[in-house]
């Protein structure tokens, strides 16, 4: 059982960046792979990136290139660093740890 906080989300304009973090409590988070997904209106939720336990990363098509998954185990933290950012983006965007999910933050790109 652990407790996940996404950060990081906010408004921006298409071609611009932001890094969203996810917090995590427990102690099983350094032997665990971590994925991001979104959820954009009237979609279903979307695998958009993980990463291993051994730092190994994958990538959705639609953000390969732009987006980067990286981990920091001392800081019980997963980030998702996005770049060139589109309209397409615009979702809320969550963590999982296992079957534990974070409460999602937004992520809206204008044009």
């Known amino acids: 059982q652990v407790q996940l906080v996404e950060s990081g989300g906010g408004l921006v304009q298409a071609g611009e960046s932001l890094r969203l973090s996810c917090a995590a409590s427990g102690s099983i988070f350094s032997t665990n792979g971590l994925g991001w997904y979104r959820q954009a209106p009237g979609k279903q939720r979307e695998w958009v990136a993980t990463i291993g336990v051994g730092s190994s990363t994958n990538y959705a098509d639609s953000v390969k290139g732009r987006f980067t998954i990286s981990r920091d185990n001392a800081k019980n933290t997963v980030y998702l660093q996005m770049n060139s950012l589109k309209p397409d983006d615009t979702a809320v965007y969550y963590c999982?740890?296992?079957?534990?999910w974070g409460q999602g933050t937004q992520v809206t790109v204008s044009s």
């Open positions: 999982r740890l296992r079957s534990d």
